[in-house]
């Protein structure tokens, strides 16, 4: 089994042709050779609980927003405790200042190609761009700590954290519980609160009827809107 073979601590994720010595060089686009080429979005050879490091340079935008938290979460997974995690990702408020600064044509279109990328390969295009407030959100939804947040180059966030807690920590703690006492403990986790009828009965459902893991429905709970309105509301933002 690969994941099995993989004696790398360090993964650089969307390596693309910036490919690092250390790092497994994990990328979706088979042009740049990576270590690890992903197809369909099959992260599952990569090993969890095992990385000290997670480099993600120019990346993160590249992933579509309704898989951002997803991705984080998932990131956290590879991660051992502690683990730290290294971004670099697009400011959409850096890049309209330079709009606004600069208005001759090839600044203009410069800048408009920063924001939805170079769109020349498979994996070259940005579907999400970030504010401070949505990328320190789905950050610490995802329970990592923030150690250090800048703008760069007016129109880079580089964001140095790392993972304090393990969102599936909830799963083992309740390895032995029956699905209500299970299903009423990640709503707990996840959002605060208890489940709704509504809400607690479909993932009730899901589990008796096997169209769920354990795992799986609270990474349903973990990854969707309402954990990232949750968690803002938590810090007051
Ligand atoms: C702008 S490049 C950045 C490359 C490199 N990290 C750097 O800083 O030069 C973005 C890279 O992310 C890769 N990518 C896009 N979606 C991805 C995904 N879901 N998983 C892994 N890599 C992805 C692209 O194929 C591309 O190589």
């Known amino acids: 089994m690969l994941s099995k073979r993989i004696k790398h601590k360090k993964i650089n994720f969307g390596c693309g042709w910036d490919k690092r010595e250390g790092y497994l060089n994990v990328d979706v686009d088979s042009n740049c050779k990576p270590d690890l080429l992903i197809k369909n979005n099959d992260y599952s050879v990569i090993p969890k609980n095992h990385f000290n490091e997670i480099l993600a340079n120019d990346v993160l935008e590249h992933i579509s927003h309704t898989l951002t938290l997803s991705t984080l979460l998932d990131w956290s997974e590879f991660l051992t405790d502690n683990g730290t995690l290294h971004i670099q990702t697009?400011?959409?408020l850096g890049v309209a200042r330079q709009l606004t600064k600069k208005k001759g044509f090839a600044d203009q279109l410069g800048w408009t190609v920063c924001l939805f990328g170079n769109q020349a390969h498979e994996g070259d295009f940005h579907h999400v761009g970030f504010t401070e407030t949505t990328l320190k959100v789905?950050?610490?939804?995802?329970?990592?700590?923030?150690?250090?947040?800048k703008e760069r180059d007016q129109w880079l966030f580089h964001v140095d954290c790392h993972k304090k807690e393990n969102w599936m920590d909830v799963i083992t703690e309740n390895k032995k519980a029956d699905d209500e006492t299970y299903v009423t403990a990640i709503f707990n986790a996840a959002f605060g609160r208890k489940p709704d009828e509504l809400g607690g009965q479909y993932i009730r459902n899901a589990l008796k009827n096997k169209e769920l893991t354990r795992k799986q429905a609270a990474k349903?709970?973990?990854?969707?809107?309402?954990?990232?309105?949750?968690?803002a509301s938590q810090h007051n933002m």
Do not use: P, T
């Open 220 to 231: 349903h709970l973990f990854q969707s809107r309402e954990r990232l309105y949750y968690i």
């Open 138 to 149: 789905h950050l610490l939804a995802a329970g990592f700590k923030i150690d250090s947040f």
């Open 90 to 92: 697009s400011s959409i």
